[in-house]
């Protein structure tokens, strides 16, 4: 049975390790060389967890993690927006995936991030199958951005 748990600093390889899978390319691609995560523009999403407005939460079953969902504050990046709207990212291990987890763990993070920003943001590539989970959640299409990914905003 899955439980939610806050995402912490001691979580921190835990977190590189969902960022890594996040990082979605259309078919054939495989997952993307675990060397992507020192590239600065990959890295700013988890680096040094547990800044103040940073919000995740990680999905475990027993002493499992199935994957997580965490969002950041950020001046820079793909998903940025504004000074205002935190980035997110979610992740399951690719085990996990397809199972409905996505919409319970994504769910909880918007109902964490409700009174303290007034939206969210992510981008997804327009072939991730996971764009359909993100509007079932709350989240349309802002506008498209670099490389054809589309950047998508919840309004909190």
């Given at each position: 049975?899955?439980?939610?748990?806050?995402?912490?600093?001691?979580?921190?390889?835990?977190?590189?390790?969902?960022?890594?899978?996040?990082?979605?390319?259309?078919?054939?691609?495989?997952?993307?060389?675990?060397?992507?995560?020192?590239?600065?523009?990959?890295?700013?999403?988890?680096?040094?967890?547990?800044?103040?407005?940073?919000?995740?939460?990680?999905?475990?079953?027993?002493?499992?993690?199935?994957?997580?969902?965490?969002?950041?504050?950020?001046?820079?990046?793909?998903?940025?927006?504004?000074?205002?709207?935190?980035?997110?990212?979610?992740?399951?291990?690719?085990?996990?995936?397809?199972?409905?987890?996505?919409?319970?763990?994504?769910?909880?993070?918007?109902?964490?991030?409700?009174?303290?920003?007034?939206?969210?943001?992510?981008?997804?590539?327009?072939?991730?199958?996971?764009?359909?989970?993100?509007?079932?959640?709350?989240?349309?299409?802002?506008?498209?951005?670099a490389r054809g990914y589309l950047l998508m905003l919840a309004k909190l």
């Amino acid at each position: 049975m899955m439980k939610l748990i806050p995402v912490e600093p001691k979580h921190q390889q835990l977190l590189w390790d969902i960022l890594h899978v996040s990082l979605w390319d259309p078919p054939p691609a495989g997952l993307r060389p675990r060397e992507v995560l020192d590239m600065p523009s990959v890295a700013i999403y988890a680096q040094d967890w547990g800044r103040p407005t940073d919000v995740g939460v990680l999905a475990v079953d027993d002493d499992t993690v199935m994957g997580g969902c965490w969002s950041r504050l950020l001046t820079t990046g793909l998903g940025y927006v504004n000074e205002e709207t935190p980035q997110l990212g979610i992740a399951l291990f690719p085990e996990y995936q397809r199972k409905g987890l996505g919409t319970a763990l994504m769910m909880h993070q918007l109902d964490s991030l409700r009174g303290r920003f007034p939206a969210v943001a992510l981008t997804v590539h327009p072939q991730n199958g996971a764009r359909l989970l993100y509007e079932k959640c709350g989240f349309a299409l802002h506008r498209e951005i670099a490389r054809g990914y589309l950047l998508m905003l919840a309004k909190l």
